[in-house]
């Protein structure tokens, strides 16, 4: 396990995670190597080191605002599997924070994040995008849910989802990109939905471009893998999630914590959606204790609200 | 030419030119090797009804005038000859052959330019200017506008123009396909604009009309610096438009008019198409009258205004009024007046700007000014600016929206120096006091140096 100073660099102009550097001390690695070691570790695309401090020393003095807004694709007709994943995972982490945020679907969320990336959170004057810069954020107002856990568990933790980082994120890419029943039918009509033609096609070229060349730099394209080898992927990646869950409640133990966040937005996506192809919500339906913890989630923290975040989005 | 015929009328005897009766029987254009004779035989054809000497000479230097301007030819010669005359003819008949000297097949350029965000730029164009023999223009341009803001190097070009221009009649028209990258500082967000347009300029009653489509995809992007309300309005929109510009042009020169006044207005119509609805017009208005043969007096306003067109029709940064810089709204930054959030300025929907000028020549100059000296182009001026940025509200009544854009008037005053750069641009150095001012317009007290081609 590497240990959290570890930060990484994102160049503005990669499309490809290549560009990104990973410095540790005076040693300089390519994340793209990286990642297909599978080395976990913790990191923050699109913050600096610098940046991060400063970060940290501002949102510490202030309070969490009561107009902080969480923004994400269109619901309804825009959003994809791997965006609505990371938006849930947000969400759910705020709500078991207990920090009120209002959710509004924008068709333009893509481009408001600084990263690219999303959800795109504004509290106050920043703008954050992305589950893991969010829960720093929050952690740096003194926010978090893994305080309690011991150094141990906390590493588990970042390991844990790095894994899904890892595994689940590429996976969701892959089928939404690369899947040509699922291209044709749902991410192209979906992705391109807020745009006049010809512009959808031209973006959803653009986007599916840049994706593929992302995935092939984690060694996860066309050549490398197939549909049923990211379904054993993603399958040896439950099978790691089912084992440390085991019959609790929560990962660790009786309090959530950011990783049942992640998995509950990973997971709760990809069964609640259905594709051309269902077979990765069929995988992850075999472990009954992790679809059994999605809807013990859902009840605990979404019940009362889901009307709700339907209305926002 | 001319003096050759008079040679060659001294050795016979004294004629006097000027009013011999002649035919022109035969017209001669030599060296068209790509161009089409039916290009440029309207040109030549008035000589033909040519019944002096004199008005031959006159016509013939007309028609080299014309043909030069068909933008063809590098150089044309004129030689008016003799020929022999038929029995039973007592005018003179002569013959005028013009030597006509065709561009290159390609030719190229590199030069320095102003961009329309009135910043300097590079440009590489590659051009073909006479390509299927009526004069149609092929070209092929690279360019890099000068900001300190860019992420290439100067020598990497950051957009391009492909644009194809036929002439017909007096008019012409034109087909460019387009990638522009602009760097709006005062919002600070970074626009990429990639566009097709095709169009026709033609004059009509004196006056030059252009109407065209544009159908433009821009891309904004946010920079770190970005403000929230900025930011929100990023990403992709397509933009179809009709555009209609009329420029009444009663002036001596664009840049330093010393008499007469120049109109233009142009009305944009967006949403044939695309995600961008909107109406908007603009008009700009100059007059110049010369007092004592060297004081001139100048007035000119601007004023624009832009109305969505449908309801809940997502409006763009990138289409809104910006108003403040060294050639508009001296003493105020570039585009930095008005509505802001954290330094982020955020346009408006409508705008007015006044200027008024004295201009005078350099001192200790005025005795010498006007004989064609380069220091003609100095002059000093003293000017006074006005002008608003309004939030149109089309609910509201007219007299509160007049009320509204009587408010808050920015006011400035000033000495400075202009200088009219070879007779297509302007550069200013303007000493300014700003009198009135809003607390989130950026104010530039003092020295203020501009430079561009339009100003007010």
């Not at chain 2, 908007?280 to 004081?295: G, N």
């Not at chain 2, 832009?306 to 105020?332: A, C, E, S, V, W």
């Not at chain 2, 608003?388 to 509160?400: G, Q």
Request: charged fraction near 20%; include cysteine; hydrophobic fraction near 35%.
């Amino acid at each position: 396990m590497c240990p959290q100073t570890i930060t990484f660099y994102s160049n503005k102009c990669s499309k490809s995670s290549s560009c990104l550097d990973l410095h540790i001390g005076n040693y300089r690695i390519y994340t793209s190597e990286l990642i297909r070691q599978k080395v976990c570790c913790t990191f923050c695309v699109g913050m600096t080191l610098l940046q991060d401090a400063v970060l940290g020393q501002m949102a510490a003095s202030e309070t969490w605002p009561d107009d902080a807004a969480l923004f994400k694709p269109d619901q309804e007709n825009q959003i994809l599997i791997n965006e609505n994943a990371a938006s849930l995972a947000v969400q759910a982490f705020l709500r078991m924070c207990d920090l009120n945020i209002k959710v509004e679907g924008r068709s333009n969320a893509e481009f408001m994040s600084p990263s690219g990336k999303l959800p795109v959170l504004l509290c106050g004057k920043f703008v954050i995008s992305e589950p893991i810069p969010i829960f720093q954020f929050v952690q740096q107002k003194g926010i978090t849910l893994s305080e309690d856990l011991s150094e141990n568990d906390q590493q588990d933790m970042k390991a844990y989802i790095q894994l899904i980082n890892n595994t689940l994120i590429p996976a969701e890419l892959f089928i939404m990109w690369l899947h040509r029943d699922t291209l044709k039918q749902v991410t192209w009509k979906r992705y391109g939905h807020p745009y006049p033609w010809p512009l959808n096609h031209i973006l959803c070229f653009r986007k599916r471009h840049s994706t593929i060349s992302y995935l092939n730099a984690i060694g996860w394209g066309t050549n490398n893998q197939s549909l049923t080898t990211i379904d054993e992927e993603v399958r040896n990646c439950c099978a790691a999630l089912s084992q440390k869950l085991a019959d609790k409640k929560y990962f660790f133990g009786s309090k959530p914590t950011e990783l049942d966040a992640m998995v509950y937005g990973h997971l709760y996506t990809i069964i609640t959606t259905s594709l051309p192809d269902n077979r990765l919500a069929k995988t992850i339906q075999q472990f009954g204790n992790l679809v059994a913890f999605c809807q013990n989630i859902d009840r605990d923290f979404f019940a009362n609200c889901n009307e709700n975040s339907e209305v926002d989005s | 030419m001319l003096h050759e015929e008079d040679e060659d009328d001294k050795h016979t005897s004294e004629i006097v030119l000027e009013n011999k009766a002649i035919a022109v029987k035969k017209v001669h254009i030599s060296g068209l090797n790509r161009t089409k004779a039916d290009f440029v035989i309207n040109e030549i054809k008035p000589l033909f009804n040519s019944t002096t000497f004199l008005e031959a000479y006159t016509k013939a230097i007309l028609c080299k005038e014309r043909l030069l301007a068909k933008g063809v030819f590098k150089q044309v010669g004129v030689i008016i000859d003799t020929i022999d005359p038929q029995k039973g003819d007592d005018t003179e008949n002569i013959q005028v052959v013009f030597k006509a000297k065709e561009k290159n097949v390609v030719v190229g350029e590199v030069k320095t330019e102003m961009s329309n965000s009135e910043k300097p730029r590079w440009v590489m164009r590659i051009l073909s200017p006479n390509i299927w023999g009526r004069g149609e223009t092929l070209s092929a341009s690279v360019s890099h506008t000068l900001s300190s803001h860019t992420q290439k190097h100067i020598y990497e070009p950051t957009d391009f123009q492909f644009a194809l221009n036929k002439p017909y009649g007096k008019g012409n028209i034109q087909a460019t396909m387009f990638k522009e990258m602009q760097h709006c500082l005062w919002s600070s967000y970074n626009e990429t604009t990639r566009g097709i347009a095709v169009g026709t300029t033609f004059p009509l009653l004196g006056n030059n009309h252009e109407i065209s489509w544009n159908c433009n995809w821009r891309e904004l992007m946010a920079s770190r610096s970005s403000a929230f309300a900025v930011r929100q309005q990023m990403g992709h929109s397509l933009k179809s438009s009709i555009n209609h510009t009329l420029v009444v042009d009663r002036s001596d020169d664009y840049i330093l008019p010393s008499s007469g006044f120049y109109f233009k207005m142009h009305e944009e119509l967006a949403g044939l198409g695309g995600d961008v609805r909107f109406v908007k017009e603009f008009i700009e208005c100059h007059l110049a009258t010369t007092l004592f043969k060297r004081i001139t007096v100048s007035l000119g306003i601007n004023c624009g205004l832009k109305l969505p067109l449908g309801k809940d029709t997502k409006q763009h940064i990138n289409d809104n009024f910006f108003i403040g810089g060294p050639l508009t709204l001296r003493g105020f930054e570039v585009n930095s007046v008005g509505k802001q959030e954290a330094g982020s300025y955020l346009g408006s929907t409508a705008f007015w700007v006044l200027g008024g000028h004295v201009y005078t020549p350099l001192p200790f100059y005025w005795s010498r000014f006007g004989h064609g000296s380069w220091l003609d182009n100095f002059r000093i001026h003293g000017f006074l600016n006005a002008g608003n940025l309004i939030d149109l509200d089309v609910k509201k009544t007219a007299k509160s929206n007049v009320t509204n854009a009587l408010t808050d008037i920015r006011f400035t005053c000033g000495l400075g120096l202009v200088y009219r750069f070879m007779r297509s641009a302007r550069l200013e150095l303007n000493f300014c006091f700003p009198i009135r001012a809003a607390k989130t317009d950026k104010v530039c007290d003092g020295i203020q140096f501009g430079i561009g081609v339009s100003s007010i």
